[in-house]
Antibody, heavy 121, light 111 residues
Framework: EVQLVESGGGLVQPGRSLRLSCAAS????????MHWVRQVPGKGLEWVSG????????GYVDSVKGRFTISRDNAKNSLYLQMNSLRAEDTALYYC??????????????WGQGTLVTVSS | QSALTQPASVSGSPGQSITISCTGT?????????VSWYQQHPGKAPKLMIY???KRPSGVSNRFSGSKSGNTASLTISGLQAEDEADYYC???????????FGGGTKLSVL
């Protein structure tokens, strides 16, 4: 059974940093691309970032380019999102999601339960 | 990176069929068959219902079907059931610069 468990969320002041982690199990992690998707409570889904199986292809939504960095450690079956210079508008529930393929092809077949990031002074 | 356009809400009665549209551009929906659809119940994580325009993952009911014409993709749910009441999101690949774009979501009410 695929399991994706996010951690690292919390309350942080504007301008500070936070690192999200996603522990994956139940599948061969390095066979699949991975994504971060966020959702403001009560609002829609927004793709944040994706990374291919070998980190050779990486993408970000425009609003986080230069501030967020996605990475993965295939030896540890883990996905990360380093979030710097956080803004109030980054407040959301952040989901880790597994692609159905090895490249960033946007079919997110499995999702974690999310970790809440709140940016506020 | 503009969001794909979906109706805010649709409704139908049990047993009926409904269709949710998802309008993009020639840079996303119109250029790729990499359209997917997600169902999200309140307080739950999204669930993949359709991928690559019209393919169903294992375990998804064949009451759910996907299609595309030009820059617009559609999700059709036939034989509506109470448990289909949820939010539905479309998603498309948008090239190797933008990568991924979601629709704004559609709330389906089963009356």
């Amino acid at each position: 059974e695929v399991q994706l468990v996010e951690s690292g969320g919390g309350l942080v002041q504007p301008g500070r940093s936070l690192r999200l982690s996603c522990a994956a199990s139940g599948f061969t992690f390095d066979d699949y691309a991975m994504h971060w998707v966020r959702q403001v409570p009560g609002k829609g889904l927004e793709w944040v970032s994706g990374i291919s199986w070998n980190s050779g292809s990486i993408g970000y939504v425009d609003s986080v380019k230069g501030r967020f960095t996605i990475s993965r450690d295939n030896a540890k079956n883990s996905l990360y999102l380093q979030m710097n210079s956080l803004r109030a508008e980054d407040t959301a529930l952040y989901y880790c999601a597994k692609d159905i393929g090895y490249d960033i092809l946007t079919a997110l077949g499995d999702w974690g339960q999310g970790t809440l990031v709140t940016v506020s002074s | 990176q503009s969001a794909l356009t979906q109706p805010a809400s649709v409704s139908g009665s049990p047993g009926q069929s409904i269709t949710i549209s998802c309008t993009g551009t020639s840079s996303d929906v119109g250029s790729y068959d990499l359209v997917s659809w997600y169902q999200q119940h309140p307080g739950k994580a999204p669930k993949l219902m359709i991928y690559e325009r019209s393919k169903r993952p294992s375990g998804v009911s064949n009451r759910f079907s996907g299609s595309k014409s030009g820059n617009t993709a559609s999700l059709t749910i036939s034989g509506l059931q109470a448990e289909d009441e949820a939010d539905y999101y479309c998603c498309s690949y948008a090239g190797s610069s933008t990568f991924v774009v979601f629709g704004g979501g559609t709330k389906l009410s089963v009356l």
